[in-house]
């Protein structure tokens, strides 16, 4: 596992594979940190299926409104809807869509952020400045690679726990 500088701003997500270690970048998008945060100390996020995951391009999640059911869930669904909370302002930055950043998903508004995000298998600099990237992998690359494709896939992956690494003992 990664060296965890600020387990404040650091979430463990642990997938079928493994766990995998996440920067949040706070100092950049302090209110898409902040959200993940809380939504992870809610346990909002435990069992959200990954309901859209593109091949060389990103794994994406979140969806807590839809994504958490079991199996008969409706997946056409999934990735529709967000949390309880309010929908976030665009905190678009200098920081490329690199490889293991995570973005913020959202509707053709660029203020409709809410739960959802996404984590770049590759390089994906088109979304540079047009979605607020607010983390990064440090650790575990390699069990995001593993995540089950499809638009939605027949039989998602999810992620089982997400915690802030300051709540983890």
């Known amino acids: 596992m990664a060296e965890i500088k600020d387990p404040e701003n650091t979430i463990i997500m642990t997938l ?15 209110k898409h940190a ?11 996020y435990d069992n959200v299926a990954f309901h859209r995951v593109i091949e060389g391009f990103m794994a994406q999640t979140g969806d ?14 999934a990735g529709t809807g ?3 909370h309010p929908d976030l302002p665009a905190e ?39 979605y607020t990237v607010y983390g990064r992998v440090i650790s575990g690359m390699e069990q995001v690679d593993k995540i089950t494709r499809g638009e939605p896939p ?6 089982i726990t997400v915690r802030v690494a300051a709540d983890v003992a």
């Open 82 to 84: 967000g949390s309880e």
């Open 92 to 130: 678009f930055s200098g920081i490329p869509h690199d490889r293991g950043t995570l973005g913020a998903a959202r509707s053709q508004n660029p203020n409709s952020a809410n739960s959802q995000f996404f984590i770049n298998f590759s390089d994906n600099h088109f979304l540079n400045r047009q």
């Open 64 to 77: 807590v409104a839809n994504g958490n059911m079991e199996k008969d869930f409706n997946l056409r669904r």
């Open 16 to 30: 079928k594979d493994g766990e995998v270690v996440i920067e949040l970048l706070n100092d950049i998008a302090p």
């Open 154 to 159: 027949a039989s998602p992956d999810r992620m």
């Open 34 to 44: 902040e959200r993940m945060k809380q939504l992870a100390r809610d346990k909002a």
